[in-house]
């Protein structure tokens, strides 16, 4: 009978640390993100030590897409989910470098989070979804999947930035006034992108 309660014991104690690996792979990833958020808003010379995050880390971060958003990987991932999830991996990488071209920016928030909700607090957002008064709860689990990869090699500085500094970008089916005053400096199947003149964004 002794024998019994230990081997269930065992079962159960597995099962809990099992259990516990994804919430503890999650906030490794949410650390590393902190770090890294702060590396890429930093002044030059300043670089924070961090590993980079790995991809079951980051696929560990808000799995069900229902999170609040307050941590660099969930903001970028589901920035890049709701402004690109309809176009190819291009569209969806060009809006993740925007978003880490702004972070520390003169003018721009210096955490991926700031970055992703500037303006709401006037309702002029920069991000459009985030003050659209839809539900920000992801929808397609796949696209969130891709998302958060791209999201992952964006802040381990291992995206290419396809845009060329860009700190802003529209979907190329309108033509805001505003994108008059900046240079283009490249265009992706879904979005036209920009910066102003003279800037030398990061």
């Not at 459009?128 to 992952?152: N, P, T």
Request: with cysteine; glycine share 8%; net charge neutral.
């Amino acid at each position: 009978m002794r024998f019994i309660w230990i081997c269930l014991a065992a079962i159960l104690l597995g099962g809990q640390a099992i259990a516990a690996e994804p919430g503890q792979k999650a906030e490794t990833a949410v650390d590393k993100a902190e770090v890294l958020e702060q590396k890429a808003a930093a002044e030059e010379g300043v670089t924070p030590r961090t590993k980079a995050i790995t991809k079951t880390e980051a696929q560990a971060v808000d799995p069900a897409g229902k999170a609040p958003l307050d941590d660099a990987i969930t903001c970028l991932a589901r920035s890049i989910y709701w402004e690109a999830k309809g176009g190819a991996s291009a569209d969806m990488e060009a809006v993740a470098s925007v978003a880490m071209n702004r972070l520390g920016h003169e003018g721009f928030p210096d955490t991926l989070c700031g970055v992703v909700k500037q303006g709401s607090e006037q309702g002029d957002c920069q991000f459009s979804w985030w003050c659209d008064g839809r539900a920000d709860q992801v929808k397609e689990d796949a696209r969130y999947v891709i998302a958060k990869e791209i999201a992952r090699k964006a802040l381990n500085q291992q995206l290419k930035d396809r845009t060329n500094g860009a700190l802003y970008f529209h979907d190329r089916t309108v033509a805001p006034d505003w994108a008059r005053k900046y240079r283009k400096t490249a265009k992706t199947g879904e979005f036209l992108f920009y910066k102003p003149r003279g800037s030398t964004a990061r």
